[in-house]
């Protein structure tokens, strides 16, 4: 790959109508890459589209799914932690199933973040000089 100088002089000669073979010449570089230069217009790194990486939780995420949604339903104590949710899918798939607890953790707690962030509470903050007040009347200076 050239620096940027190199491919900026081999733009400059192309300009001033110099031909593949009498650039690659002067600047002592082979005309396949000279001639790759000169068609090129974008000298950005290309990005390649990464594909999603699979987890070997997306299987049972199905499942923590409905638990957790089940859970919305019962007190506070009786709801499943990532260890609870951990220790049922080794007891209820012995065979099957064969993620860490790490894992499983992480789930939880991304689940039960979006959880939270959806029932939209909004912290109450008071810049200075505003004010809040009920019914009534008041005189200010």
Known sequence: MLHMSQIDQIKDLQRQGFGTCE???????????????????DFGVPKEAQAPWLSKLDPWKPIIDLWLAEDLRMRFKQRHTATRIHARLREEHPDEYNCSYPLV???VKQRKSAKKEAEGYLE????????????GEAELI
């Open 23 to 41: 650039i690659a010449a002067r600047l002592r570089i082979d005309r396949r890459t000279t001639a790759k230069y000169m068609q090129q217009e």
């Open 105 to 107: 953790q992480r789930y």
């Open 124 to 135: 109450l903050v008071w810049s200075k000089g505003e004010a809040q007040a009920d019914f």
